[in-house]
């Protein structure tokens, strides 16, 4: 089945640790995407790239760094830098500009 | 940079009500625009789109919206909710022509929908 896959579903670190969130996607896709996901706050984009090996920052790009290096992944590095890290990330991949986009599972980190 | 406002936090309608969810943006040009919807426990899925042509779309599960240029509006509208209605909205916007803007997938915070049986 075609999808997008995101690992681990659950996700624990302590407070000034680096982590990296999978994402994988076999649709194809040129674009993908990582939000943060925040009760009341809505989808905020962190990290987008339209292209292998070019990314662009979103809203909300402070602490975190990506990689696009393989078409088919995306993977999300939650810095020590990041200040509130505790939230659920959302990686989703697109077609092309007039698509919908595909959402994975997410993935809850909780930094203790 | 486009924007999102969804105006209602929390709606609650018993079924067979009428749902009309608001959703606004912000952004000087043409547009792509999205509904998506998170049913609990569950990932995104696309409800409908509109990117050109008629300003009246309708998606799945009986879910219309409207594109009104002027208002700069793209409401969400249903004539009878049911049970399984219940979950969360989310109104999205991209720039509307082909480059670097349309792939900046802007989300408003969404709309809590409860649907008491």
């Known amino acids: 089945d075609g999808g997008i896959t995101q690992s681990p579903k659950y996700l624990f670190r302590k407070e000034g640790q680096n982590v990296t969130l999978s994402c994988e996607q076999n649709?194809?896709?040129?674009?993908m995407y990582w939000y943060r996901q925040d009760p009341g706050q809505g989808l905020r984009l962190i990290y987008y790239?339209?292209?292998?090996?070019?990314?662009q920052k979103g809203d909300i790009a402070e602490g975190y760094s990506v990689s696009r290096e393989k078409k088919e992944s995306f993977p999300l590095t939650v810095t020590s830098a990041q200040k509130n890290p505790t939230a659920f990330y959302l990686c989703?991949?697109?077609?092309?500009?007039?698509?919908?986009?595909?959402f994975g599972q997410g993935t809850r980190l909780t930094v203790v | 940079a486009q924007s999102v406002s969804q105006h209602n936090h929390h709606v609650i309608l018993s079924e067979a009500a009428s749902l009309e969810l608001g959703c606004n943006y912000s952004?000087?040009?043409?547009?792509?625009l999205f509904w998506y919807v998170q049913y609990p426990g569950q990932h995104l899925q696309l409800l409908l789109k509109y990117f050109s042509g008629d300003p009246l779309v309708k998606g799945i599960k009986g879910f219309e919206a409207e594109f009104i240029k002027s208002k700069f509006s793209f409401n969400l509208r249903k004539p009878s909710v049911q049970w399984s209605d219940t979950a969360e909205y989310f109104c999205a916007v991209t720039a509307g022509y082909s480059g670097a803007g349309s792939y900046q997938l802007t989300f408003g915070k969404g709309t809590k929908l409860s649907v008491i049986p």
């Open positions: 790239s339209q292209i292998v090996n070019d990314f």
């Open positions: 649709l194809n896709h040129d674009a």
């Open positions: 989703a991949s697109r077609k092309s500009g007039t698509d919908g986009a595909f």
């Open positions: 952004y000087g040009g043409t547009v792509n």
